[in-house]
T-cell receptor, first 113, second 115 residues
Framework: GQQLNQSPQSMFIQEGEDVSMNCTSSSIFNTWLWYKQDPGEGPVLLIALYKAGELTSNGRLTAQFGITRKDSFLNISASIPSDVGIYFCAGPTGGTSYGKLTFGQGTILTVHP | KAGVTQTPRYLIKTRGQQVTLSCSPI?????VSWYQQTPGQGLQFLFEYFSETQRNKGNFPGRFSGRQFSNSRSEMNVSTLELGDSALYLC??????????????FGEGSRLTVL
């Protein structure tokens, strides 16, 4: 089946630093999604990308949909302590339904004050 | 607007028992999906329901089953529990298939421990 590979697996950064993480797949995805999971919570959608080459921002977050539709990256600028959590990329694999998502294994972000 | 509500939040069972987990979607959301989250396998899709019909099913054994009621609430059941079923079970809701544009709203999960 389709798999998403995220890197790095974990990151330890200082507050104020910029962060970059990416996600690759051997298969084409028509939609790329980035979710964040805080401890004890369910994942929350950060950014959704629908077109190859699309660059989308949400506050300090910026994500791009790779032109080959097989990769995506997420950047976080000027990190703050509340950015701590697990970041997942995901893509729909249930046909026309978005209820079935395949998730990457996640990038664990730790921010030191 | 209330979020996705999952009950119970925590439960402990022993091998061989069965468990039923409940999910109440956001009001107006008609699609419900279930995911299993473990440290080793990550987030894995279990089922998706819409209008009381299962639309998609993940690669899990038949011990895992689910259903959706006419009010869009959903339950999942795991029979003959195994140690490897210990996990966080997440429910997510969306308006309807194909309309949510990828935005699933997740609950806080039900953490199952099998002893």
């Amino acid at each position: 089946g389709q798999q998403l590979n995220q890197s790095p697996q974990s990151m330890f950064i200082q507050e104020g630093e910029d962060v970059s993480m990416n996600c690759t797949s051997s298969s084409i995805f028509n939609t790329w999604l980035w979710y964040k999971q805080d401890p004890g919570e369910g994942p929350v959608l950060l950014i959704a990308l629908y077109k190859a080459g699309e660059l989308t921002s949400n506050g300090r977050l910026t994500a791009q949909f790779g032109i080959t539709r097989k990769d995506s990256f997420l950047n976080i600028s000027a990190s703050i302590p509340s950015d701590v959590g697990i970041y997942f990329c995901a893509g729909p694999t249930g046909g026309t339904s978005y209820g079935k998502l395949t998730f990457g294994q996640g990038t664990i972000l730790t921010v030191h004050p | 607007k209330a979020g996705v509500t999952q009950t119970p939040r925590y439960l402990i069972k022993t091998r061989g028992q069965q468990v039923t987990l409940s999910c109440s979607p956001i009001s107006g959301h008609r699609s419900v999906s279930w995911y299993q989250q473990t440290p080793g396998q990550g987030l894995q899709f279990l089922f998706e329901y819409f209008s009381e019909t299962q639309r998609n099913k993940g690669n899990f054994p038949g011990r895992f089953s689910g259903r959706q009621f006419s009010n869009s609430r959903s339950e999942m059941n795991v029979s003959t529990l195994e140690l490897g079923d210990s996990a966080l079970y997440l429910c997510a809701s969306s308006l309807a298939p194909g309309t949510s544009l990828g935005e699933l709203f997740f609950g806080e999960g039900s953490r199952l421990t099998v002893l």
